[in-house]
């Protein structure tokens, strides 16, 4: 009952959250720890893993955090481009059109393998940790520009594009 009591007199001092990377961390022993979320937010550390972000203009559509995922979060369909459509940020040359790219953080455990592997750096993890919905298809999220009708028509364009090189290759077979 004396440490009921104890802590019930102690509950009246507020703390205040503190990182962990300060240096009074452990400093204040008593009051109440709880905090009053959303009002009050845990300060994030910079190095930790929490929503994924994907800048699309960044991406070669390459497939490698798709391939790492432990858990199969990352959905991704190319479509190879016949023109040309521009460079990454990093001067990375874009050969590939995304056509999806979905990302289920439902389903994502926030490892960060897939922005380990990501070569030109467009997969991120923010400081946001927090993300709330009501709907569990909310929580899949497309980062791909290009709708199914546009995809349809890169689609064609490509299968166009092989047809005439076909047809210029076997004419330049049957030439010689």
């Keep these: 009952m004396r440490l009921t009591l104890k802590h019930l007199f102690a509950a009246r001092n507020l703390r205040k959250p503190v990182g962990v990377n300060k240096?009074?961390?452990?400093?204040?022993?008593e009051g109440i720890v709880t905090i009053q979320y959303p009002h009050q937010e845990i300060p994030v550390p910079e190095v930790g893993r929490y929503q994924l972000e994907v800048e699309i203009d960044d991406c070669i559509?390459?497939?490698?955090?798709?391939?790492?995922?432990?858990?199969d979060c990352i959905e991704?369909?190319?479509?190879?481009?016949?023109e040309d459509i521009g460079k990454?940020?990093?001067g990375t040359?874009?050969?590939l059109h995304a056509a999806k790219f979905f990302i289920d953080h439902a389903k994502c455990m926030y490892c960060g393998l897939c922005t380990t592997v990501c070569p030109t750096e467009c997969i991120t993890m923010?400081?946001?940790?927090?993300?709330?919905?009501?709907?569990?298809?909310?929580m899949n999220l497309k980062f791909s520009v290009m709708n199914e009708i546009e995809a349809e028509e890169k689609r064609i364009a490509l299968e166009k594009f092989n047809a005439e090189k076909l047809a210029a290759k076997a004419a330049?077979?049957?030439?010689?």
């Design 126 to 138: 923010t400081n946001e940790y927090d993300r709330s919905v009501i709907d569990l298809n909310e």
């Design 88 to 90: 990454t940020s990093d």
């Design 23 to 29: 240096s009074n961390y452990f400093a204040q022993q």
């Design 93 to 95: 040359t874009k050969r």
């Design 61 to 71: 559509v390459c497939d490698l955090c798709a391939k790492i995922c432990p858990v």
């Design 76 to 82: 991704i369909e190319s479509i190879k481009a016949v």
């Design 172 to 176: 330049l077979l049957k030439k010689e």
